[in-house]
């Protein structure tokens, strides 16, 4: 049975327990909470990851992307990359893979992360269209639930499945002037699929068989956001709210058959656009997690966009957004490599830490290592903070003097020691 499931029938799971205990909450509440769908654990069977809570009242997760692209394929490099981005503290990882064999790519992939893992099944559906029949309009219904099967009986957890791309939502989106239509390429894969054989999105049309799949193998649907503006000037307009209340309608019905769902959310958009999106989204979906990519808050910083998405993510998290999608210096430039998925890794904890301290979580770290900052104890600190082996290399680079313990910026003229000697031996 899933987790759903169970805690609807006042279970209360293993993996609901161990949660409670990382979060430091009771394990009732956590159980409540699945129940009602505002908090969901990625956990499927075959794959029995470490039990990670998402969702309503829990600090803020990071997921990392990787995999391969049809231009530069290389699975070795995958694998660093996994490891890389969860000894960088990814709490989820997710593989995009479109070159090469995206089966054994997915099974090695598996193997090597113990975190949840995720997929996007709609991109091997049509990449598998594409070689068999020349295109990717050329799937059929049997080959996108087909699909979302096999990932599930390989051990995915989460899965992205676009089921608010419909008939209307993309008429919707033809009546839209976007600066930039669509940016999602599992949306656009649908969008094209629904105008080129002029019916209705299989994924939205028969939804209750896609529910059967995941709730067989206890795979969380991951409901995609193929509207999310690629363009500050396209945040929040109608063709966005237009798919997030068709995904409104969908949560409730997983919650109902027992299935755990969480939600997509944007993609470029302005601060002054974060809290309004998050607000109708948490009221639509009576508070699913949600699942946001930045945001991106400005358009014009390519090889910094893991800035960019750092503020966004910590504005986000602060406002009620639960999972945030790393973004790589990378973005929008060249498939990642292994130092780029480390520094968005390790830029999207800063804002979900961030984000957790506005919510009031976590402060006695931040006190414990003030505490040991201001009695200049290096190893309490290095130990505390979220990247120590960048903060050894910076410290280790430029040592002081030996008469102080202080750092090179400032020597013997620290504030800190000069503190000590006069103010607090008065």
Not at 12 to 40: D, H
Not at 68 to 79: A, D, G, M, Q, W
Not at 149 to 171: C, L, M, N, P, R
Not at 377 to 388: A, N
Request: aromatic fraction near 6%; charge should be neutral.
């Amino acid at each position: 049975m899933t987790q759903i499931s169970l805690a609807k029938q006042g279970k209360t799971t293993a993996q609901m327990k161990q949660v409670a205990k990382s979060e430091k909450m009771a394990a009732e509440v956590i159980r409540k909470e699945i129940a009602a769908g505002r908090i969901v654990i990625p956990c499927n069977p075959v794959h029995a990851p470490l039990p990670l809570g998402i969702g309503n009242g829990l600090r803020v997760k990071v997921n990392a992307n990787i995999g391969t692209s049809r231009e530069y394929c290389n699975l070795k490099e995958e694998v660093e990359k996994a490891n890389v981005a969860v000894a960088s503290g990814a709490h989820a990882v997710m593989d995009l893979s479109t070159g090469g064999d995206l089966d054994a790519i997915r099974r090695r992939l598996l193997k090597t992360v113990s975190v949840p893992f995720g997929t996007v099944p709609i991109y091997q559906a049509g990449i598998e269209a594409i070689e068999k029949r020349g295109s990717i309009v050329d799937m059929t219904a049997d080959d996108m639930f087909s699909m979302v099967e096999q990932q599930a009986k390989q051990g995915v957890d989460f899965a992205v499945v676009h089921v608010g791309i419909t008939k209307v939502s993309v008429e919707r989106l033809r009546k839209q002037k976007r600066v930039i239509p669509m940016v999602s390429r599992g949306g656009s894969f649908h969008m094209a699929w629904i105008l080129h054989h002029g019916l209705e999105n299989p994924f939205y049309e028969d939804f209750e068989s896609l529910l059967e799949i995941a709730k067989r193998y206890d795979v969380t649907l991951s409901l995609g956001d193929g509207m999310r503006s690629g363009a500050l000037a396209d945040s929040n307009d109608r063709a966005k709210f237009q798919e997030l209340l068709i995904i409104g309608e969908l949560v409730e019905k997983a919650r109902k058959a027992g299935v755990q769902t969480m939600v997509e959310g944007p993609g470029h958009m302005p601060l002054s656009d974060i809290q309004a999106n998050i607000q109708v989204m948490k009221t639509v979906t009576n508070k699913a997690p949600y699942f946001v990519l930045g945001p991106l808050v400005t358009d014009i910083a390519p090889g910094y966009d893991h800035f960019v998405g750092g503020i966004g993510g910590a504005f986000a998290g602060f406002c009620g957004a639960d999972f945030l999608c790393y973004v790589t210096p990378a973005e929008h430039l060249c498939l990642p490599d292994k130092q780029d998925v480390r520094d968005g890794v390790v830029a999207t904890r800063i804002a979900a830490h961030a984000a957790d301290l506005a919510r009031g979580l976590d402060r006695d770290v931040d006190a414990s290592f003030s505490a040991a900052r201001e009695n200049l104890d290096w190893e309490k600190m290095f130990k505390l903070c979220i990247d120590p082996a960048r903060a050894k290399e910076y410290r280790a680079k430029r040592s002081p003097s030996e008469d102080t313990n202080a750092c090179s910026m400032c020597g013997n003229l620290c504030a800190l020691e000069l503190v000590k000697k006069y103010l607090k031996n008065k």
